[in-house]
C-alpha cells in the first residue's frame, strides 16, 4: 500500500521504519524541517522499563491540589480555560485507584519491555550511534521510609517480569562512582541492570536518514497540516500548506496535536499536553560526569550521559499547549544537579528547552484501528514516548497488515476512537 504517516518524532519515524521493511510506499509529513525536532527533541534519553509506573496514582490528586499555592511538586496544574483540559483531568482521577495504577502499569511495562526488545533488534541489525549507554539505571531515595515504599511499590513491576534490585548507598556508589558526594545522603536506591539511555533525536534523525537512504521513504518536510477530510468511514486526504496528499493508508503519529487534528473528523483522543522542561549541559571534561542514567525521586530529576553533554529533566506541567519557559523554570533542577555530580558538566553553559508530552489518563498509547477503515492511530506514548516507540509502532504495523501483533495488546487500544 501508498501509507502516509503524519509526523515524523521518534513515533513517526518508527512508524515509517516498520512499514517500509513491511514493502509499503511510505510517505511523512512533518512541519519541521527534520525528524524529532518537537517532544522528541530534548527528552530524558532513558529507555526505561524500570521506571514504567503510571502517574495515575492515589498520591496523584493530592499533588495536583498542592500544586495550586505551591511551585515545587512534580506535577503542576495550571487553571487554564481549556475544558479539554478538565475533561482530561476528570478521567484522570478515575484512574487514580490503586487497582487502577496497578491495571495500568502491567500494560505499560509490557509494551515497554517488547519496545525495548525491538530497539535493541533494530540497533543489532542496523549499528545506529546515538549515544547509547547500557549497564542499568538507578533510581534514588534519600530518605528510608520512601526508599521502604519503592521497594514495596516495585512489586508492581517484579510481579510482571522486571528484574529490579534494592541497593544501599555503598552499592549505589559502586555502580556509579560519580555518586560518590551523595554516599551519606541517599537511603538506597532501586537499580534496574536492563535499563538503558541515548539521545532520542540524534537516533530519529539517523533513521529517518536511513529510511530515506535504504527503503525508499520520502519525507516532506516543512509542511503543515492543514486539515484531515474524510468521506464516510474512510479518509480522502490531508490537505496542507503544500498541496493535498492522499493514501491507502494513514498512521496518526502526531503527539500532543493528534486530538486537535482528530477532532476534526469526529475522534475523541483522551490525549492532553504535560509540559516537561529539559537542559543539556556540556561536560566539557569534567571528570564527575555520571555513566549511568537515573532519577532522583526526591526531587523527580533525571538524568543521562549523551557523548560529551549531561541530560536532565523534570516536572509535569498542566499548562496546555504553551512551551515557553525562562530561566528561573530551570533552577531547581540546576541545583539537584550540582548537589549529586559537583564535578559533572560546566554548569554555566545550559541549553534549555520544553516540550509537550502526549498523556493519556491512564498513562497507556492508544494504537491500532479508529473508525476510519483507513486510519490507524499510534499516540499517546507521554513521557515514556523513547521507551514505547519501537513496540508500539510494531502493534500498529502488524494491524495494519492482519497479523496478530507479538504480544497482548489489552489497554492499548480503545475501541472508541
Known amino acids: 500500500m501508498k501509507v502516509l504517516v503524519l509526523g515524523c518524532g521518534i513515533i513517526g519515524v518508527t512508524t515509517a521504519y516498520y512499514a517500509a521493511r513491511d514493502g509499503h510506499e511510505v510517505h511523512v509529513i512533518d512541519r519541521q524541517d527534520g525528524a524529532a525536532k518537537e517532544t522528541s527533541f530534548s527528552n530524558a534519553g532513558m529507555i526505561a522499563p524500570g521506571h514504567a509506573y503510571t502517574w495515575a496514582s492515589p498520591r496523584a490528586p493530592k499533588i495536583l491540589w498542592q500544586s495550586l499555592f505551591r511551585n515545587d511538586t512534580a506535577l503542576r496544574l495550571k487553571l487554564v480555560p481549556d475544558p479539554y483540559m478538565w475533561l482530561w483531568c476528570w478521567k484522570f482521577l478515575s484512574e487514580c485507584k490503586a487497582e487502577r495504577t496497578a491495571i495500568n502499569t502491567a500494560h505499560k511495562l509490557r509494551l515497554c519491555r517488547y519496545s525495548q526488545s525491538s530497539l535493541q533488534a533494530l540497533v543489532g541489525e542496523l549499528g545506529l550511534d546515538y549515544h547509547r549507554v547500557t549497564g542499568g539505571a538507578l533510581y534514588l531515595y534519600r530518605q528510608a521510609e520512601f526508599f521502604d515504599a519503592g521497594v514495596r511499590n516495585m512489586k508492581i513491576l517484579t510481579d510482571n517480569g522486571l528484574d529490579l534490585q534494592p541497593v544501599d548507598a555503598a552499592k549505589v556508589v559502586e555502580l556509579e562512582p560519580a555518586l560518590s558526594g551523595m554516599r551519606d545522603r541517599v537511603a538506597g536506591a532501586i537499580y534496574c541492570p536492563t535499563d538503558e539511555s541515548g539521545d532520542c533525536h540524534v537516533f530519529a534523525q539517523r533513521l529517518a536518514q536511513y529510511c530515506a537512504d535504504k527503503l525508499g521513504v520520502k519525507f516532506h518536510w516543512s509542511t503543515q497540516i492543514k486539515r484531515i477530510e474524510a468521506a464516510g468511514d474512510r479518509i480522502e486526504k490531508v490537505a496542507t500548506d503544500r498541496g493535498n496528499f492522499t493514501a491507502d493508508a494513514y498512521v496518526m503519529a502526531l503527539g500532543a496535536y493528534a486530538p486537535i487534528l482528530g477532532r476534526q473528523i469526529g475522534l475523541g483522543l483522551p490525549v492532553y499536553p504535560v509540559k516537561g522542561y529539559a537542559m543539556t549541559i556540556p561536560i566539557a571534561g569534567k571528570n564527575g ?31 496546555g499547549y504553551d512551551t515557553s519557559h525562562k530561566p528561573s523554570d530551570f533552577t531547581h533542577m540546576l541545583n539537584v544537579a550540582r548537589e549529586l555530580f559537583p564535578d559533572g558538566a560546566d554548569y554555566e553553559h545550559p541549553s534549555m528547552w520544553a516540550g509537550l508530552r502526549p498523556m493519556t489518563p491512564k498513562g497507556t498509547p492508544i494504537l491500532g484501528p479508529s473508525k476510519h477503515k483507513n486510519l490507524w492511530l499510534n499516540a499517546g506514548q507521554g513521557h515514556m514516548g523513547w521507551t514505547m516507540s519501537f513496540g508500539s509502532s510494531k502493534v500498529v504495523i502488524d494491524m495494519m497488515a492482519g497479523r496478530k501483533p507479538a504480544i497482548d495488546t489489552t489497554g492499548l487500544t480503545l475501541a472508541a476512537a
Not at 555513566?291 to 506541567?317: P, Y
Open 289 to 319: 560526569a555520571p555513566r549511568l542514567c537515573g532519577v532522583d525521586e526526591h526531587n523527580l530529576v533525571a538524568w543521562s550521559r549523551m557523548g560529551d553533554r549531561l541530560r536532565l529533566t523534570a516536572t509535569a506541567e498542566f499548562s
